[in-house]
């Protein structure tokens, strides 16, 4: 029997699974929580970002990750608000593989902060699939979009810890049915927090950061025990 | 309601581009005109459909594949208004490949037909990348997704073949910048055809359906000359 090591490569995925433990290790021993937004082009995800960080200050220090296929536009929107932020480039693709998101996090100065906030490309489809070392997948889902996308994009919905609803101040002007939205939801994954905002209006917000913050000090406590 | 039975399609595996281009000399050989709508989950692609089928009457036979990762609810809409139609499941893929697009379409009688709508699945990247042997990818945008998203997602912009904006009626109550998109829209791809629809008010759909019995008469034209 040969004695000489044989290089092992992984696939992709096992690649990211990789990185994506490397950012859980990292966030357990700096006892961050660390969520991935994910929703579709335009559900709202960067100005649901935007609204969160005047009812975060004094509550969580945050910095996020934006990513996009293209531009830098989300990073500079929330640049303007002084908020600690990066932008994660996909280069063509679909999501955000747990390698880059790693890159740009350590690159923070992670022990002031609390919560790490990345903001996916915009589909509810691919990102739903790739682990990046998260806690909590949160599912962006704005009500311009029809209360029976859980339904047709279940991945999301299942794998995801909380859903926002958002855009909530358009109702009166759509068709759209919330409470079926909130049924189609629970056929999804029965018993997962729903938050409904209307960033714009700046409604709703709260009880999304409260929750938040609750996940944050279970993350930190466990951390201490341990 | 029609009692009609809609037929269903699972994913099959294959070489895209052949199954394409066996797509593309069926569509020659019978004088067919055929799109693929690609945008964001929401975007108002079925509403769109449905909306265009009392302005096709007479002009255009039609018949319509609806491509999704789950549900059959699209398909069951427009089976409702007598459309003909196929449902096509990704069976969890974030696009639509060429291969299903073909066994659905041969099983059309498609020497009834003179155009082909393909609603991909909803997302504004990866079905921009794949060829389904279609004329013409056309970009769907709703004006509530954000004047951005041309230049967020330049690859669809940059591929199709017209745009159609959705959901005009609700511009009074956003702040979305209708020159600013149709600017970005033009920065990405010149001279491109942008189609600006109510879908739900009846408002801007003759422009498109001009469009579409134009490019259907081209295509038919070339297919007597040679």
Request: hydrophobic fraction near 45%; charge should be negative.
């Amino acid at each position: 029997m040969s004695t000489r090591e044989i290089r092992i490569y992984q696939d992709l995925m096992g690649q990211n699974e990789v990185w994506a433990r490397k950012t859980r290790d990292v966030i357990a021993q700096k006892r961050l929580f660390m969520i991935n937004l994910i929703g579709a082009p335009g559900s709202g995800k960067t100005t649901l970002v935007e609204n969160m960080v005047s009812h975060l200050a004094g509550t969580l220090r945050f910095a996020v990750l934006e990513g996009d296929v293209a531009t830098t536009r989300d990073a500079e929107r929330l640049d303007a608000l002084n908020v600690r932020v990066s932008q994660l480039l996909s280069g063509g693709a679909c999501h955000l593989e747990a390698k880059l998101v790693h890159a740009a996090l350590i690159d923070f100065a992670l022990d002031e902060l609390d919560l790490i906030i990345v903001e996916n490309v915009g589909n509810m489809v691919c990102p739903a699939e790739f682990d990046i070392g998260e806690h909590a997948k949160i599912a962006v889902l704005s009500v311009t979009e029809g209360e029976d996308k859980p339904l047709k994009y279940p991945l999301l919905f299942r794998e995801a810890k909380a859903v926002v609803i958002t855009k909530l101040d358009l109702l009166p002007h759509l068709t759209f049915d919330l409470q079926a939205c909130r049924d189609n939801i629970r056929k999804v994954n029965a018993g997962i927090p729903v938050f409904e905002v209307a960033a714009k209006r700046n409604e709703g917000i709260d009880a999304w950061i409260k929750w938040l913050a609750t996940q944050r000090r279970a993350v930190a406590e466990s951390a201490t025990v341990t």
